[in-house]
Nanobody, 126 residues
Framework: QVQLVESGGGTVQAGDSLMLSCAAS????????MAWFRQAPGKERDFVAA????????YYADSVKGRFTVSRDNAKNRVNLQMGRLKPEDTAVYYC???????????????????WGQGTQVTVSS
């Protein structure tokens, strides 16, 4: 069983940067496609970014493209989300997710993912 634990959330000002990290425990981390989703109050959980098992392919929501960067370190069982030029609309709980079966075409669908972290709050003030 894979367990995911997010860290790095907090309260920042608009325009600031923040890095989220997700630590994975359990076997076969390098076999999992990994992603970040976010959920604002009263809204659905939305795709943010995903990275393939070997880290070579990244996928981004249009709303964060050019501002956020997803990366992974398979040696450390960790996936990161570097967030830049943050906006108040980025405020949400951010979740890390892992998928046993991962292809680029379905990476944006939360149903793809088998494992989820508990989430970390990011608040961006104007």
């Amino acid at each position: 069983q894979v367990q995911l634990v997010e860290s790095g959330g907090g309260t920042v000002q608009a325009g600031d940067s923040l890095m989220l990290s997700c630590a994975a425990s359990g076997p076969f981390f390098d076999k999992l496609g990994m992603a970040w989703f976010r959920q604002a109050p009263g809204k659905e959980r939305d795709f943010v970014a995903a990275v393939s098992q070997n880290g070579f392919m990244q996928y981004y929501a249009d709303s964060v493209k050019g501002r956020f960067t997803v990366s992974r370190d398979n040696a450390k069982n960790r996936v990161n989300l570097q967030m830049g030029r943050l906006k108040p609309e980025d405020t949400a709980v951010y979740y890390c997710a892992g998928a046993r079966t991962f292809v680029g075409g379905t990476s944006r669908d939360p149903r793809t993912y088998n494992y989820w972290g508990q989430g970390t709050q990011v608040t961006v003030s104007s």
